[in-house]
């Protein structure tokens, strides 16, 4: 498939150089500040073995809207199938030493950065030199057997100047198995990207996901997100505007129940003038479940005429579930235009009495205000299957909270 | 209530001595009323003298708490059902704030509430094309546009047009009793009309309508048979039409005493 490069000389020693990193003594494991809310503890309690490489078992999330698709099992590509002409895909070969060197660039140096590095089986890097006729589908899937698996995948997103690409990603798992993944995105001059990102992770499982990007001038990134499974998760998600006029979408969706942990965590940072953010995150949080969101957006001092705008909604179906919430701005920059907020609400009963005074039952109208809650980011899905698997979780949700 | 003799059959809702309360503080305190099928009633009165609270303990709004008497409807005790259990009998509460509900469009939702009194009557709910069908007739009632269905349920509706979406779910869902607390409030001169239309539609032998108004205006195009006078959480006086013509010219304030001590 020429994507396996794992035994070149120059991949074991870029892996060396990370072992190398989380053996120092002073090494930080994690940044105590950007990790307030969520337990760290839970990564460094379980003891964990490297998954090995494993077949693919049945014919796993397959989305008929998706024909293109690349599957990869305990970070190794295990098949890739239908994908479009203008979407090469390949390894740590075809990297030139500058994308080399800039790997890992943007994200935090710390001891979960370093693990990805030091322990990825293979890098998988997806290039994009023209206009696609199609979507990518990047499946990620983790499967230990008996004992607990740490899976470290790590992928390459390239975009030469002018191209776009529509990039659908998503995190499943089967058993107790952890996730430390690094997805870094790459756009030219020009280029667009609409990326769809679901964490289904088994209900078991632990998930901690790097994305960076760096946009390049004129570039335009947008990125809808729903963070449905696992026990303890993490989403980070660090935006650098590396060139002027780059626009900025993220639009995200955390829905969390049972005793999960979810965490939101995003950097948007505007280094260049005349840059353009947009920031939806919204929570949904039922039984005992608890969310964090955490958005920062920074503006630099070149970065004149930046417009930022932040907003965490969050819906509590729950008297015990917990959300904490933290919108930032750090602006260093004088003309610019900047706004962000929080709001924290329940289930209005003056709208459940509503739905209910017209013969819609108290578990429908809970469901159909949850839905209604979402709708604005939801509906922006093209892809049906992904929208009726959110409906699901939503279910599930509002199900699990009317036996409360 | 087992008992089915002509003239009861023809009862839809009997009120017994009610009183409620809201945050521990009494409002209704001993209403009686009789609601046959064909009767149109109208109940009158000044600001705080229940008329909103009686129309919403009937329809179930866990806000209120009902301390003593009893209500049949259909010859079920309708205190102890839930909301949309009084909404399957046909039950139907015309709100003189209708909700905004965000992220719900107009048409998910009527189409909701309507296949849910089908299911309970055990009838097949209907697809979204037939459902279309019958909504785009039930529309032309209220003279609404099409495009309110796709806007979500109230949200950025002036003060007529929410006036008017009620009025459509009341022609949609064909209650066998409709009480409408003050429908007619905030309304100008055509939406006036068009309501009162949609209501004079529904009117027929088998339904009941409750017209909770403040003004004698909606009467202009609605006639009661009865019509009742509350004050202080009671029906105080009860008449026909002459009566609320009366309390045009004379207002509210000569009934006022007959509150207590009734």
New interface residues.
């Given amino acids: 498939m020429g994507i396996d490069s794992a035994g070149e000389a120059s991949f074991l020693a870029w892996r060396e150089q990370a072992w190398a990193q989380v053996q120092q003594p002073d090494w930080p494991v994690y940044d105590q500040e950007a990790w307030r809310g969520t337990e760290v503890k839970p990564w460094l309690q379980v003891p964990r073995r490297l998954a090995p490489v494993a077949p693919v078992k049945g014919d796993m999330a397959r989305v008929p809207e998706l024909p293109g698709r690349v599957v990869v099992v305990n970070g190794r590509v295990v098949a890739h199938e239908g994908l479009p002409a203008a979407v090469g895909l390949g390894g740590w070969r075809e990297l030139t030493s500058a994308e080399r060197a800039s790997l890992g660039q943007g994200l935090p140096a710390d001891g979960f950065t370093a693990l990805n590095q030091a322990a990825v089986p293979e890098l998988l890097v997806v290039r994009v030199r023209g206009i696609p006729t199609h979507p990518v589908h990047l499946v990620h899937y983790s499967q230990g057997e008996a004992e607990p698996v740490l899976v470290c995948p790590r992928a390459v997103v390239q975009l030469a100047p002018g191209t776009q690409l529509t990039l659908v990603t998503e995190y499943g798992s089967a058993g107790a198995g952890a996730t430390n993944g690094v997805l870094e995105l790459h756009l030219g001059p020009g280029s667009r990207v609409e990326h769809y990102l679901v964490q289904r992770e088994s209900p078991a499982a632990m998930h901690l996901l790097r994305v960076g990007v760096h946009q390049s001038q004129d570039s335009h990134y947008a990125l809808w997100t729903v963070s449905a499974g696992a026990r303890w998760s993490r989403c980070e998600v660090w935006v650098e505007q590396t060139g002027a006029g780059a626009t900025t979408q993220l639009r995200g969706l955390s829905l969390v129940g049972g005793k999960q942990h979810s965490d939101m965590h995003s950097v948007i940072t505007h280094a260049q003038p005349r840059g353009f953010s947009r920031q939806v995150h919204k929570c949904v949080v039922a039984q005992q479940g608890q969310a964090v969101f955490h958005g920062t957006v920074r503006v630099k001092p070149a970065a004149q005429g930046t417009d930022a705008g932040q907003i965490n909604h969050n819906l509590l179906l729950s008297q015990q579930a917990k959300v904490d919430t933290r919108p930032q701005l750090a602006i260093q920059a004088d003309e610019v235009q900047c706004k962000h907020g929080a709001t924290v609400s329940d289930l209005d009963p003056a709208m459940l009495f509503y739905l209910q005074s017209r013969g819609i039952d108290a578990q429908s109208a809970r469901l159909l205000l949850v839905e209604g809650f979402v709708q604005e980011l939801l509906r922006e899905w093209p892809f049906p299957t992904l929208r009726q698997d959110c409906q699901t979780w939503m279910q599930q949700l509002t199900q699990a909270e009317a036996m409360v | 209530m087992t008992v089915a003799t002509a003239v009861e059959a023809e009862v839809l809702l009997t009120i017994r001595d009610l009183t409620a309360e809201v945050e521990g503080v009494p409002i209704l305190k001993g209403v009686n009323l009789t609601v046959k099928k064909g009767e149109v009633h109208a109940i009158m009165g000044p600001n705080g003298s229940g008329k909103s609270t009686l129309s919403k303990v009937l ?5 209120y708490r009902v301390t003593g008497g009893e209500v049949w409807y259909r010859g079920q005790d309708l205190l102890r059902l ?3 259990e ?3 009998l046909g039950l ?2 015309g ?1 003189q704030q ?2 905004e ?4 469009t107009n048409g ?2 009527l189409r ?2 309507y296949n ?2 089908r299911k ?1 009557q055990n009838l097949p709910e209907l697809d979204a094309l037939d459902f279309d069908e019958l909504i785009q007739e039930k529309l032309r009632i209220v003279q609404m546009d099409a495009a309110f269905l796709s806007r ?1 349920v109230n949200e950025g509706f002036s003060g007529g047009e929410k006036k008017r979406n009620e009025i459509l ?1 009341m022609a949609l ?1 064909a209650p066998e009793l409709a009480i409408l607390d003050e429908t007619d409030s905030g309304l100008d001169i055509d939406a006036l009309r068009i309501v009162a239309g949609g209501i004079n539609q529904l009117i027929g032998p088998h339904n009941g309508v409750i017209l909770i108004t403040h003004y004698q205006r909606l009467l202009n195009y609605i006639t009661p048979q009865w019509v009742h006078v509350m004050a202080q959480g009671r029906i105080v006086r009860t008449g026909g039409m002459a009566l609320a013509q009366e309390l045009e010219a004379r207002g509210y304030d000569w009934l006022l005493g007959q509150g207590d001590g009734n």
């Fill in positions: 329809a179930g709004h866990p806000d839930a909301p949309e009084r909404a399957h139907f509460l709100f209708p909700v509900i965000p992220g719900v998910d939702f909701l509430a849910a009194r309970a979500s779910q869902l």
